[in-house]
T-cell receptor
Framework: EDQVTQSPEALRLQEGESSSLNCSYTVSGLRGLFWYRQDPGKGPEFLFTLYSAGEEKEKERLKATLTKKESFLHITAPKPEDSATYLCAVHTGGGNKLTFGTGTQLKVEL | ETGVTQTPRHLVMGMTNKKSLKCEQHLGHNAMYWYKQSAKKPLELMFVYSLEERVENNSVPSRFSPECPNSSHLFLHLHTLQPEDSALYLC????????????FGPGTRLTVL
């Protein structure tokens, strides 16, 4: 059974304090790994898709990387508006199913 | 309207009521999804439609009944719900399915009394 584990569950940073969120996965045949951002009471907002080990993608202060066992979401010099829950999901096998982790709740303080 | 929209945004219903959630996507996608999100739990896939045909029913109780009249609209009909069904219900769409990126709507916050 596919498993996705995100760590830490919660992270508190000072503005400008860079850090990384982890998404480790145990799957049979990864076909894609997805990062989403979710604000309270709202739907997940798509950030990145990674398909193969070694792939990296960047968007503003965020950079996602992928290895054969895990993905990292690096946040450089975060701002309070980066506060949200970050979700990781994997797509394996055939069909349309994504398996999600429970997310990392990030709070960036002034 | 752009992206994926959902109505209503909030719904309170009794256990004997019947209500429906509506989702509409304006992205020209062919696959649509219903997810349930409960506190401290991962998103749970409920149903998948591809080209208006249901392709996955993830062991969801029969008190939840999906309907996809065309590739732009998706409904979730609710009846005789339980308090534990209270959650955020999210709709998503993707171009085709098969490892496509899924784009989510804002969700409907459902409370069952």
């Amino acid at each position: 059974e596919d498993q996705v584990t995100q760590s830490p569950e919660a992270l508190r940073l000072q503005e400008g304090e860079s850090s990384s969120l982890n998404c480790s996965y145990t799957v049979s045949g990864l076909r894609g790994l997805f990062w989403y951002r979710q604000d309270p009471g709202k739907g997940p907002e798509f950030l990145f898709t990674l398909y193969s080990a070694g792939e990296e993608k960047e968007k503003e202060r965020l950079k996602a990387t992928l290895t054969k066992k895990e993905s990292f979401l690096h946040i450089t010099a975060p701002k309070p508006e980066d506060s949200a829950t970050y979700l990781c999901a994997v797509h394996t096998g055939g069909g349309n199913k994504l398996t999600f982790g429970t997310g990392t709740q990030l709070k960036v303080e002034l | 309207e752009t992206g994926v929209t959902q109505t209503p945004r909030h719904l309170v219903m009794g256990m004997t009521n019947k209500k429906s959630l509506k989702c509409e996507q304006h992205l020209g996608h062919n696959a649509m999804y219903w997810y349930k999100q409960s506190a401290k739990k991962p998103l749970e896939l409920m149903f998948v439609y591809s080209l208006e045909e249901r392709v996955e029913n993830n062991s969801v109780p029969s008190r939840f009944s999906p309907e996809c009249p065309n590739s732009s609209h998706l409904f979730l009909h609710l009846h005789t719900l339980q308090p534990e069904d209270s959650a955020l219900y999210l709709c998503a769409s993707s171009p085709r399915g098969e490892a496509d990126t899924q784009y989510f709507g804002p969700g409907t916050r459902l409370t069952v009394l």
